[in-house]
């Protein structure tokens, strides 16, 4: 394979990024819901050329029953990178860095789940990335959290997951490699959209305190918008199971669940 070569700029004289996208685009999202039989529940992400698979199982008994929690469940992410999922082929073991990934992303999806309601249990969230093209511990939340949904773990809301970078001096949405490995730095950030709870705030790179307000804020409207992404493949997944729900006159029925299902049933039209 031929050596990367680094561009002569990330943002053009016309406004546009590497890949035609503007400053506040996302790549193009594909999200489905219940892609693996043999889990409790699961999802997959394709943003961009990045693709990931998350899969649920439990509750469950855990094993080592000396890591079990007393008033709730134990939440077990385990984020891996294929071997073939980057240009230079990835040692199996896992890494440093997916250990890491691992526990930010638990740490991000747990404020939205009702752990509670399993003592002493486990919730297994294994996450697969199947080709890396920047963001993804972004996309991996993204998928855990439809995945957690379609397991019928009990929920406050969905985790939306972007990342907001700056490149050539820009603030951007949703990196891609090019950017995330030439830009200036980066700020993944996770919300609950119901309360704009902040989950999840890295931050590489420099930043002015004014860059970082302005990039917490698009990345909360990016985050906004992927919520409505995961709610509609949420639907897509319950009206394949159960056809008659797709009918017309139940749809308002079925959003009216859908939002209960959720915990949001009771919040704010502007805030749900």
């Known amino acids: ?3 990367e070569t680094k561009p002569d700029f990330l943002i053009n004289p016309e406004g546009l990024r590497i890949d035609g996208r503007r ?13 693996l039989k043999t889990a409790d529940g699961s999802a997959s992400i394709k943003q961009g050329k990045t693709h990931i698979i998350a899969a649920v199982y439990g509750p469950r008994e855990l094993h080592p029953r000396h890591l079990s929690l007393n008033d709730k ?14 240009p230079d082929r990835k040692r199996p073991a896992p890494s440093r860095r997916e250990r890491e990934i691992s526990m930010v992303i638990a740490n991000a999806l747990e404020p939205a789940l009702f752990l509670e309601d399993f003592p002493r249990a486990v919730v297994d969230v294994f996450i697969q990335v199947i080709q890396a093209d ?9 998928a855990a959290s439809l ?25 951007i949405v949703d990196l891609g490699d090019m950017e995330d490995k030439y830009g200036q730095g980066d700020v993944p950030m996770a919300v609950l959209p119901s309360t704009d709870e902040i989950t999840l705030l890295q931050q590489d790179g420099s930043f002015t305190k004014e860059e970082l307000v302005e990039a917490m804020q698009m990345g909360i409207n990016a985050c906004k918008y992927l919520h409505e ?17 797709a009918l017309d006159d139940e749809e308002d029925d079925y959003e009216d669940d859908l939002e209960t299902d959720l915990g949001e049933s009771d919040l704010p039209e502007d805030e749900a």
């Open 23 to 35: 400053l506040d685009e996302l790549r193009p999202i594909e999200l489905e819901v219940g892609v």
């Open 1 to 3: 394979m031929s050596p």
């Open 134 to 142: 920047g963001g993804t511990r972004c996309a991996a939340i993204n």
């Open 73 to 86: 469940a134990y939440l077990r992410c385990v984020y891996r990178m294929a071997t073939f999922s980057v």
């Open 147 to 171: 995945a957690l949904a379609d397991a019928g773990i009990p929920m406050r809301t969905l985790v939306p997951a972007v990342a907001v970078g700056k490149a050539d001096g820009h603030l």
């Open 229 to 245: 992404l995961q709610k509609e493949a949420l639907k897509r997944a319950y009206q394949k199971r159960t056809p008659e729900v």
